[in-house]
């Protein structure tokens, strides 16, 4: 008896071992999910250079969602130059892309195997051949750089980039906002990698970040402008929505521009967990992490994330600026659907027009004209194009 009762308190203690080490590495994974959603991460080489032609000018790429895409948009390839600009595709089958090459690459270049397929078709403001200067912009995160394009308006846009991208990713916009007749101020904020580094270096998705806005708000205002149009992208439209509800200076916002914005972080965390084969509860727990300042911080985070306050759906009766809402309903990393749900729950407010095809920020690079247009008209609708 003495032997059985031995073994059965050997067995509960490996048991409970057992459960003690499951609990903690259950507990790291969670952690790490969490400091995945906040860190900001490298560009990623997702596309495969297959054959480069300098005679025709075309480059062969490996068949994804994106680099099959029509439009003009951008390659960042491994080598010189570095970076290029993709016309036409000329022929796909199931297993490549041949696109023409809008950028010169000379024979003998050393082209890499790896590359990122990207909405970036500019780089540098000088692209676009408008006058610019570069500003600086005091934050309470430190100072941020910026480019402005001057125009005789006092109604200035401010562009938001998004998650892991820079101010280049806000340079499509610019023809059409100039051609209106407005200052465009493309500003970076805090830990994008062009901006001020706060120490933990993490997103707040968008909680923390719309301090660095409203400084660059306060900027315009000090120099002539006296209406505000937000323009955000991807995670920018995040950070341009907590501007609108938090700043001191939200009556100077006269209207929005949302580019496949994050318009509520759960349901893109949720989407994007799915199509990761992360199970439940694991997207669940790792929400609750960030929420909590103790894990919040063990998870790289500056601050505990707050969602309630980040559910632009939840709170949209606390908006009162018209909004132009343009995403692509195969978004495929941001899901539209709360978009949709912001513009059913504000349809005084919100104009949304269809978009489909064009993926996540790519709707410029698809539909250059459709989106060109509805930009234009929307601003000369709500009386804020010049």
Known sequence: MKSLRHAATIGAIALAGAAALGAAIGGALVLRIAREVVTPAARKQDTDVL????????????????????????????????????????HADQHSVRRKLLTQIDQGAQIGRRAGFSGYYYLAPDELQLRYDSVLIGTPAGPCPAWLFPAESTTWVIQVHGRGATRSECLRAVPVLHAAGLPVLITAYRNDGEGPRTRPGSYGLGA?????????????????????????????????????VSSEHSHTIAGMILDSPVVDWRTVLRFQAK????????PQLAMDALGQPWSARLSGADQAIPFDELDMVARAAELDVPILLLHSDDDGFVPSDASHALAGARPDLVTMPPFAGARHTKLWNYDQTRWTDAITEWLRGQGLAS
Do not use: C, N
């Open 51 to 90: 054959a480069v032609d300098t005679g025709a000018q075309t480059i062969e790429l490996s068949r994804t969602p994106d680099t099959e895409l029509p439009g003009r948009y951008g390659l960042f390839i491994e080598g010189a130059p570095g970076h290029v600009k993709l016309g036409a595709v000329l």
């Open 275 to 282: 199509e990761m084969g992360l199970p439940d509860p694991l």
């Open 208 to 244: 923390t970040e719309w301090r660095d806005v409203d400084a660059a708000i306060g900027y315009a205002l000090r120099h002539g402008a006296e209406r505000i149009v937000l323009m955000g992208w991807s995670m920018g439209g995040a950070v341009a929505l907590q501007t609108l």
